[in-house]
T-cell receptor, first 114, second 113 residues
Framework: AQSVTQLDSHVSVSEGTPVLLRCNYS??????LFWYVQHPNKGLQLLLK??????LVKGINGFEAEFKKSETSFHLTKPSAHMSDAAEYFC????????????FGQGTELSVKP | DTAVSQTPKYLVTQMGNDKSIKCEQN?????MYWYKQDSKKFLKIMFS???????INETVPNRFSPKSPDKAHLNLHINSLELGDSAVYFC????????????FGQGTRLTVV
């Protein structure tokens, strides 16, 4: 069985400071891992993905995530937050034998203070 | 050109009514999905179709019936709407069933009154 746990329901940072959104996963098979972002009243946009290639994954808008198998983690980071980063972020796991089914974490709301 | 488009964006209806949400993707993908986002923003898969064939049917009430006339379209019909059906419904598509990177539509906010 697969699952995803996002360790913080809400993270607040000041503009220009680093962002860390934490995610742990559980999977019986080699997982694919994703981070999606949802701005208010918008759809979901793919930020980045890990699919068994490089463990450090770069995404859009300066975001990165590192796959750590020993820690079963896939934390999302950004060196310097921007006001436009304020949104809901979802960590997502899937495996190739699940027909494309995505398992979502509970979401982390990121607030960015001026 | 919108990759995955859903209509309508907002839907307000009374309990007991029947309604449909339409979804179209122009990405040439084989696999399409319906996800439901509840009031706590939790997202869960409902259905998945691969080349018009149903491959995932989670524990969804029979009142929900997906229909895929071709691989570019996946519609969701809901009978006898209940208050608890109020949610945001997202359509998504991926290249193939074993390539789970999904592209999502903008969502349909359904409010049952």
């Amino acid at each position: 069985a697969q699952s995803v746990t996002q360790l913080d329901s809400h993270v607040s940072v000041s503009e220009g400071t680093p962002v860390l959104l934490r995610c742990n996963y559980s999977s019986s098979y080699s997982p694919s891992l994703f981070w999606y972002v949802q701005h208010p009243n918008k759809g979901l946009q793919l930020l980045l993905k890990y699919t068994s290639a490089a463990t450090l994954v770069k995404g859009i808008n300066g975001f990165e995530a590192e796959f750590k198998k020993s820690e079963t983690s896939f934390h999302l980071t950004k060196p310097s937050a921007h006001m436009s980063d304020a949104a809901e972020y979802f960590c997502v796991v899937s495996t190739n034998n699940q027909g494309g089914k995505l398992i979502f974490g509970q979401g982390t709301e990121l607030s960015v203070k001026p | 050109d919108t990759a995955v488009s859903q209509t309508p964006k907002y839907l307000v209806t009374q309990m007991g009514n029947d309604k449909s949400i339409k979804c179209e993707q122009n990405l040439g993908h084989d696999t399409m999905y319906w996800y439901k986002q509840d009031s706590k923003k939790f997202l869960k898969i409902m259905f998945s179709y691969n080349n018009k064939e149903l491959i995932i049917n989670e524990t969804v009430p029979n009142r929900f019936s997906p229909k895929s006339p071709d691989k570019a379209h996946l519609n969701l019909h809901i009978n006898s709407l209940e208050l608890g059906d109020s949610a945001v419904y997202f359509c998504a598509s991926s290249l193939k069933r074993d390539r789970p990177e999904a592209f999502f539509g903008q969502g349909t906010r359904l409010t049952v009154v």
